[in-house]
């Protein structure tokens, strides 16, 4: 089993920066890719950005986020993080950070506040 725990959300103005962390625990040598979602409400889950944990490094990033947001890894111990800059109240949202690991499981995080706003 994996579990993770997101930090680093908050409050932040527009044009300003926030950065996520994701830690995993457990079974981390099984996790081959993590990833961060957002959330708002009444919405489905959008991947906001993607990476691969081990072997050649590759991200994904959504169209809307791309030249702002930058997610990056600690192979060692597998935690992820996601620096958010220029943000916009677009933004806003609650961040999950998603794991996937061993033959196809898949497993979330609890979620962040992230909120941008003057």
């Known amino acids: 089993q994996v579990q993770l725990v997101e930090s680093g959300g908050g409050l932040a103005q527009p044009g300003g920066s926030l950065r996520l962390s994701c830690a995993a625990s457990g079974s981390i040598g099984l996790i081959y890719l993590m990833a961060w979602y957002r959330q708002t409400p009444g ?7 993607g990476i691969t944990t081990s072997g050649r490094q590759v991200t994904n990033y959504a169209d809307s986020v791309k030249g702002r947001f930058t997610i990056s890894r600690a192979s060692a111990d597998k935690t992820v993080h996601l620096q958010m800059d220029n943000l916009k109240p677009e933004d806003t949202a609650v961040y999950y950070c998603k794991a996937y690991y ?17």
């Open 43 to 49: 919405n489905e889950r959008e991947q906001v950005a």
């Open 102 to 118: 061993g033959v196809a499981d898949v497993t979330w995080g609890q979620g962040t506040q992230v909120t941008v706003s003057s």
